[in-house]
Antibody, heavy 118, light 111 residues
């Protein structure tokens, strides 16, 4: 049973950056793949990107390529999602989740609300 | 606008059944047997209830079942209980480039 605990809510200004963390416990971190998914108000869920811990390889949805960086710290079993050049429409709840074969999101974090406000 | 189409809301009485549809295309739902469903109570982490179209993770009651026909997947909840009231969203693998697409979510109300 994997548990994912995310960092707290953030309020940011347009043009700035945000870095959200997701600490895993209860599983073998190196064997896991993680994805970040967001849910904006009134909009469905969107896959942002993911990272395969064993290969330290990150992939991103085309929409976020160049603006998002996903990294991992094995020493603390923590995955990070950093988004830059933030826009009002990036206001959303950002979730981390473990990503199994067939894109099955077995376990989810509690979500981190990122609010953009000028 | 979500890639997969779900009804915005469904409702049913306790003990009855409801079915939630999830319509995609041959590039996602119709192309792979990798549809999953999640239950989401607001403010809590989403929970996986169906994967690979019809498989249930351990601990998920067999009142929850999934199926697929062509480009439409379905989640059926039988013997509705009050605690089933939640948002439900579907997800499909969509190939190595897109990875996944999601439905817009369906709010289930237990009357």
């Amino acid at each position: 049973q994997v548990q994912l605990v995310q960092s707290g809510a953030e309020v940011k200004k347009p043009g700035s950056s945000v870095k959200v963390s997701c600490k895993a416990s209860g599983g073998t971190f190196r064997s896991l793949t993680f994805s970040w998914v967001r849910q904006a108000p009134g909009v469905g869920l969107e896959w942002v990107g993911g990272i395969i811990i064993n290969f330290n390889t990150a992939t991103y949805a085309e929409k976020f390529e160049g603006r998002v960086t996903i990294t991992a710290d094995e020493s603390t079993s923590t995955v990070y999602m950093e988004m830059s050049s933030l826009r009002i429409e990036d206001t959303a709840v950002y979730y981390c989740a473990t990503d199994g074969p067939g894109a099955v999101f077995d376990y989810w974090g509690q979500g981190t609300l990122v609010t953009l406000s000028s | 606008q979500s890639a997969l189409t779900q009804p915005r809301s469904v409702s049913g009485s306790p003990g009855h059944s409801v079915t939630i549809s999830c319509t995609g295309t041959s590039s996602d739902v119709g192309g792979y047997d990798y549809v999953s469903w999640y239950q989401h109570h607001p403010g809590r982490a989403p929970k996986l209830i169906i994967y690979d179209v019809s498989q249930r993770p351990s601990g998920v009651p067999d009142r929850f079942s999934g199926s697929k026909s062509a480009n439409t997947a379905s989640l059926t909840i039988s013997g509705l209980q009050a605690e089933d009231e939640a948002d439900y969203f579907c997800c499909s693998y969509a190939g190595s480039f897109t990875h996944v697409v999601f439905g817009g979510g369906t709010k289930l109300t237990v009357l």
